[in-house]
Structures are given as C-alpha cells and as structure tokens.
C-alpha cells in the first residue's frame, strides 16, 4: 500500500554547475542541462539583484529602480541590460522598465507585499507549456528555486511555465504573444490535431472543475462531501492521464480533497491526502519549501488542521483507520470513496439488463447529487452546438419518508441509501395536496427524477420539489425495494445461452423450459413446485404486488443513460422488456390477427 507518491526526493546538494546559460536556436538565451538532472533536484536557488514593488506610485517604481540599476556591479549592470525586452524605449528608464515586463519573475516580500524580481540565470530561463522545471518563491531563504519536475538529460533545455493556470492551446498562446512576444513551439503546443483536440478537452475539464470544486465553498464542503470529493478525483485523475504525478497542480487538489475529507471528521483519508501533498511539495519546491514546512506537520496530526471540528462528522475515521493490505487500485477507490457497483448480471447477446437500485450513478444519495447553483460535470455535458449544458444521462433519487410535516406545505423528511437524512419541501401549485393521503405515509419511498440539492432559507440544504410529474411514492421501504432490484438482478435476466435462473429452487435452466410469473412478468420458475416455494418461502406474494405497479416496471426497464429529452412519471420504456424474450414469428403472426379481430393480446396468456 502507499500513501503518499511513489518517488519521493531530498534537494540535492550539488557541487558542480547542473546548467549552462548559452544561446538557444530561436530563442536568444537560454538554460541547458550540463548533466543528467533527476527529478526533484534543486537546480537552481538565486537571490534576485532588482526588486520592484507591484504596489506604489509609477513614479516611485521608476525612481527605485533606476537606483538599483546604479547600484550593481558592471558585470551584473550589463547582464541585466542584455536581457530580452518586447517593449520599445527611447530612455533608460523605459528601457529598464521593458526589461522589468518582460522576463522579471515574482518574488514575495518579507513583509507579505508582492514584487518583480530580476535574477541573472533563472530570468534567462525560456517558456514551454510541458515545462519541465518549477519556479518557487521560498520564503525561508528568500531565494528563487528552481526544481526538475522528471529526469532531465543532458543537453536538454531547461524550461518553465511563465504563465498562470494551465489552460488550451489557443488561450495559452494569446496569452504568450500578448504578454511575452512569442508564439510557443513546444511539445504540447505542437502535437498533431486530433491529440492537440483531446489535451484541450482535459485542460478545459480541469479549468472547469476547479471552478465547481470553488463555488460552494464550505457549505459545499460540509453539505455535499461526497460531490466534491467526487469532482477532486475527477481532476486527480485528469492531471495524470497527460504527466502522471509531474503536474504541479496534483499538491493543491491533494490538500482541497484533504480538507473535504478532515471536515466531516476522515482523519484517516485527510491523513493520506496530506501526505501526498507534502510528496508533490518537496519534488517541486524541496524540504524547505512553504508548502512542506506548512503541511507536514498536519500530515502527522490532522486535527491541527483549522477545518477540523471536534463534532461528529459524516465520515467519523481515526487517524490510524487506513485499510492495510488492499490492492492500487483497492485502495485508491476506499481513499477516493468511489463507489463499488453492484455486480452486474451477465445477459445474453441482445438482451438488455434491468436497471438496479443500487447502481449510484443512476440512483445517487443526496450528497451525490448536483446542486441547483452549480455545473456538475457528473451529469451535464457541454453542447458545442448551443453552447449550453444539458444532461447527458437520466438520474432518480431514492428517499424513504421518516417524518411528515403539513403546516404550510407538506414537507417530508427522507432517509437516503446512506442513511442521511434530509427534507423534501413540495413547492408545487398545490403545495403537495395533489398527492393521494394513503401514499404520504412513514415507511414508503419516494422517487425524484432529476432532483438536485437545493438551499433553504434555514441555512439547510434538500430538494425544492415543482413539478408534481417528477415524483413517484412506492408503498415499501428503500430497503425493500433495494432488495427486489437485487432479485430482480439475479431472476429476470437472461444469461448467456438463453437460460435463465429459477427463483424457486435457484437451478439454472434453458428459458423455454422455465415459465414466467404471469401477475409480474419478472420472476421464472421451473413448474407450479418451485413457484408455491417462491410465492410462499421467498416473499414474492409482496414482491409481485410491487412489481405490477407500471411505474416501478417503468423504473426497471427505463434506459437511464440515453438521454434526450427530460422525462416524467410515468416513465416510458421499449415495449420488449428486459425480462421477456423476443416474439417468436407465431407469436407476432398471432399478435396481427389478434389486433385484426380486436381480440386479446396472447402474450397475457404466457407463463404459469
């Protein structure tokens, strides 16, 4: 098991030049490796010999930096005067300014204020988007560092990244010729179109997550975690599909899933993120840098953390509660809390599988779903052809009813899937009178279509129900229905070769030999023996009374992931359900002259 990154390396100590500053083809100057560099060395740690304030008047900027123009030695005076300035001058102090726009690098101040910085090699360090250094400012030393992001060989360039945010090809380069004077070659900016469309999309991707993970801010973090944590991940994942564990933004969404995690009380996943936060710190920036000095030692004691409350949370873990013996990818799904799907049932060719409650992508708990104020990437997609962001799959939300409250509006409290309790407040035109009194009651579960969290005036968070055909209220618990959607799984499918499982013995056998439940349609059995056993020992005298309700069919049998228009109760679905087998051509022949002759339809008569 590891729990932190997998190389982890001290700044190392170097006697001899790791670089050479010598001209590039195309570039004037520039920074090569004399030497193959391992990643996480310190290449560099430079004092700066100009600093501007970014604060003050211009004049007072101009008249402090001609004076530290004045005051450096000859050799450090032409040094800086031969550095690349985009800028036109016709004075000195234009002159110094241009220099100052073009390459000064930033510095942070001892007393906290933000400053321009001149350094004689790193300023002679050129641009690319797959940089593979990492400028740091360290505050304790107050030096510039330079540290290798992957192993450097020799006579490579050494580069970094002089913009912001990682963001596309187009943004990146309109932001290079804009503020630099030059459009970027390198790797990344070069790649052929169908490879530059897809680095696009996923710097695109976390350039938008990072955007949903901000919005909520702690409410979001303590109302719906698991969301979050959901979006963190996505990014995680996005990070390393282009330079595994080298992208310097994998620490910051390492401490942003830490700080979910310690919040709602997981010590033990916080714990994790920390330390892998602390790994990628002391690559980019060394043993002495803010982000090691500042977080290590949370890593030892996450309750030194300043979101970390000594309440209960929702996920209550003990620091020393990391599961030992898992597999990489066990334990990256128990660290990322990714959700186990259920085992799905093999059909056979063409056969489609019924929906199973417990799937979370399609029947998600509270905390899982998207948030009225927020873009989930989780399920809206952005459409090129409006510019608009529309579902890209159906969704339904669980809740078994606890409590009911009537005053001005019915209000339900519901227990989701995972025991959270929260309210259903009914903001339809009759204020939830439009629902039939024998279905309000404890104990039955309702069903939203595409619900989403919404924000109370009380500061708490639930769903805002509108349209009374979104909703549905089964007569059964959430637990009941979970476990027909299980037996469902398991006795209504087809599997490979046609056969089909019992429900009364459990023996498998060719369908045609197996007759259906002709109250429910869902269930087989062997003969009249083994369906008196299911009937009677195996509970489906309840089951098939559910399961002939149309709208739960219409939740079996419904194709949650085709979406293309939003959808209402009751649900419509193919015809040909999932748990019977195609018409045979005498059954079609029979079906036409049944609807020539207005008779019955002749597949009611199927099954015991």
Known sequence: MSTALEIQLEPQAVSTPL???????????????????????????????????????HEDKRKSLGQQVDALTEQ?????????????????????????????????????????GIFKDACRINHACDNNTQRDWNTLIQRLTIHALRDIEEGEEITIYYLGVHQNRATRQAALRNKFGFTCSCRLCSLPPEQQ???????????????????????????????????VDQQVRLYNEDRPEDDTGLPRSYLGAAQIAIANGDLARGRVFIERAVSGYRIFGGDDSRGVIENEPLAKDP???????????????????????????DFEDWLWRREKKPPAAAAAPGQRIPAHLRSRETFPSFDELPSENDLDLEYYVHDPETEAYVPQRHWCFLGEIVDIENFLRLRMVLKDVDGNRLVLAFYTDGRGRELEPGEVKKGNTVAVLHAEQHGFLDMTTGIRHENPDMIKIFPASLDTLLALSDEVQQFS???????????????????????????????????????????????????????????????????????????????????????????SSEQLEALMRMMRAGGRNPFGDLGL
């Not at 976390?206 to 979006?231: A, E, F, K, V």
């Open 19 to 57: 670089y050479v500053i010598r001209d590039v083809p195309g570039k004037g100057k520039g920074m090569i490796a004399t030497q193959k560099i391992p990643r996480g060395t310190r290449i560099l740690s430079e004092e700066p010999i100009i600093t501007v304030r970014e604060n003050g008047s």
């Open 76 to 116: 450090d005076r032409q040094s800086f005067l031969s550095m690349h300035n985009i800028h036109p001058y016709k004075t000195s102090a234009e002159q110094y300014v241009g220099i100052i726009r073009t390459v000064a690098l930033p510095v942070d101040l001892p007393d906290g204020g933000d400053a321009a």
């Open 197 to 231: 469309r897809e680095s696009d999309k996923r710097l695109d991707e976390i350039y938008r997550l990072d955007n949903l993970i901000g919005q909520g801010g702690m409410i979001s973090i303590l109302t719906s975690p698991l969301r979050i944590l959901r979006l």
């Open 303 to 329: 309750t030194k953390h300043q979101f970390y409350s000594r309440s209960p949370g929702k996920w209550q873990t003990a620091v020393n509660d990391v599961p030992l013996g898992l597999s990489p990818s």
């Open 493 to 583: 499918t087809v599997l490979g070769g046609g056969v089909r499982t019992c429900h009364g013995c459990g023996k498998t056998a060719p369908g045609a030999s197996l007759k259906r439940c002709a109250k429910c349609s869902y269930f087989w059995y062997c003969d009249r023996t083994c369906q008196v056993k299911g009937w009677n020992e195996k509970n489906h005298k309840a089951s098939c009374k559910l399961l002939k309700d149309p709208d739960l069919q219409g939740v079996f049998e419904f194709k949650w992931d085709e979406f293309s228009e939003h959808v209402r109760f009751p649900l419509q679905y193919p015809l040909q359900s999932t748990n019977m087998p195609p018409p």
